[in-house]
């Protein structure tokens, strides 16, 4: 067993572990993140970085590197159903950039590793808490393939760990899920000759979802009924390709030669939680491990990072202050200011996502042209892919980096 001291263990190298683990070590906080995955090589992650993430990027002195990463920008998308083609946003001036997860996580780790205060554990996972008092004062964790185990003792844990947080469950905290009735079967293909500002279909063969991921690349989505997939892969992987080549013929092809396996395919249910609380006595839960996002609005890592910015804006003072562990009461003041804005979004994901399975279980008839509440529907829908824009204009504020923090 390896014995070591931090002032903060980050687990999981998600965009809210890597972001924070990155502020926390330029900050002069001596900072340990660990993660299970040997890579970051994962499939299926979130690709829209929504405002204002370019502009914490920028603010992190990031932007210009992200931006030299393989990405697509949208700004506009339709949806068409039964031929007919129906405008359902238009971000004018505002950017949400499409980029792969595994490479800007790499650049997020590649960067806080300039920083003597930051260490990095791939091939890690958590194992459980160390306490003292009561209190979180560490975790015990084990490393693959040698299965070497660790003993890091710290001020404060942060729980980055996402939708099945281990962290979440140690501490016994409810994620406060909600039910669903749609699922979303995603799967890629290289990037065919199909018309890329339709980001929504709807035909007699049911609901596709996609969009460009990268220069060779899209990312496809066929929705169905919660509980329908075990069934679906009953059919076999050629009925699956008939139904998807049915809704857009124009990647019948690719679909034919590419899509060779259920294996290729991850199903992601439409559901969202918000943990009853975020906290204890020297731990915070941020990102999907205090509120799981679903993919409706592509708000999972807009969450997520906003949480990693405030938690160094609110606790980088209190760490550099004293070496005792970080109290309940402190840690509360995070999710004191990100829960209401985080309450709104998962509110707005459900009410979408109930429009999203009306839609579905409505689909065997519905009339040509669409009805317009069939088109909010249908709206829903595409913002599984971008949030409409808040035309209420009551958006919460957004937090903004504290660069006077930095120590370089
Ligand atoms: C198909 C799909 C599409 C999506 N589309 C979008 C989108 O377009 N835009 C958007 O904003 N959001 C989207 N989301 C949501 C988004 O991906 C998540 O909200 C976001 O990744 C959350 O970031 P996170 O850092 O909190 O958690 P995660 O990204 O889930 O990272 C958690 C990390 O913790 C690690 N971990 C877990 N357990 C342990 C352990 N015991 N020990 C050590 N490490 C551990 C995991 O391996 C993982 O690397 C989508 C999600 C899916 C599944």
Redesign the pocket.
């Known amino acids: 067993m390896t014995a070591r001291s931090a002032d903060v263990i980050v687990?999981?190298?998600?965009?809210?572990?890597?972001v924070v683990s990155y502020l926390l070590a330029r900050s002069g906080v001596e900072t340990v993140l660990?993660?299970?995955?040997r890579t970051?090589d994962?499939e299926?992650?979130?690709?829209?970085?929504?405002p204002p993430i370019p502009r914490l990027f920028d603010e992190m002195d990031l932007l210009a590197d992200v931006e030299d990463l393989p990405h697509e920008t949208i700004s506009r998308g339709t949806v068409v159903a039964y031929g007919k083609s129906y405008p359902v946003f238009d971000f004018d001036d505002r950017r949400v950039l499409?980029l792969k997860?595994p490479p800007l996580?790499r650049l997020l780790i590649e960067r806080a590793r300039e920083f003597e205060t930051f260490t990095f554990h791939s091939g890690?996972?958590?194992?459980g808490f160390r306490r003292e008092d009561g209190a979180v004062a560490g975790i015990t964790?084990t490393s693959r393939p040698d299965g070497e185990t660790h003993d890091f003792r710290s001020r404060l844990v942060i729980g980055?760990?996402?939708?099945?947080?281990?962290?979440r469950r140690a501490a016994g905290i409810d994620a406060g899920m909600d039910e669903s009735g749609t699922e979303?079967v995603?799967f890629r293909l290289p990037r065919a000759a199909a018309d890329f500002t339709t980001h929504i279909r709807i035909e007699d063969d049911g609901v596709l979802v996609y969009s460009p991921l990268s220069e060779r690349e899209s990312?496809y989505?066929l929705l169905v009924p919660e509980g329908r997939y075990p069934a679906i892969r009953d059919r076999g992987i050629a009925r699956f390709r008939e139904t998807v080549a049915g809704i857009e013929p124009a990647i019948a092809d690719s679909v034919e030669s590419n899509l060779t396996s259920f294996d290729q395919c991850?199903l992601?249910s439409v559901r969202s939680g918000l943990a009853e609380r975020w906290t204890d006595d020297g731990l915070l839960l941020?990102?999907?491990?205090?509120h799981?996002?679903?993919?409706i609005?592509?708000?999972?890592?807009?969450?997520?990072i906003q949480?990693a910015v405030e938690t160094h804006r609110l606790l980088t003072p209190v760490l550099a202050r004293g070496d005792g562990p970080i109290s309940n009461a402190t840690l509360r003041r995070v999710e004191g200011n990100r829960r209401p804005a985080v309450e709104r979004t998962i509110r707005g994901q459900r009410s979408r996502g109930r429009g999203l399975s009306s839609l579905l279980s409505s689909r065997d008839r519905l009339p040509d042209p669409l009805e317009p509440h069939l088109l909010r529907g249908a709206a829903a829908l595409m913002s599984?892919?971008?949030r409409l824009p808040n035309r209420s204009g009551t958006d919460d504020p957004e937090p903004s980096v504290d660069r006077s923090l930095f120590a370089d």
């Open positions: 687990v999981g190298a998600g965009p809210a572990g890597c660990i993660e299970r995955q970051l994962r299926f992650r979130g690709y829209g970085f929504r499409l997860q996580l890690t996972s958590f194992d964790a980055a760990d996402g939708r099945f947080s281990t962290t979303v995603w990312q989505g991850s992601l941020i990102g999907d491990a205090a799981v996002a679903s993919p609005g592509a708000e999972g890592n807009n969450l997520a949480d599984l892919l971008a």
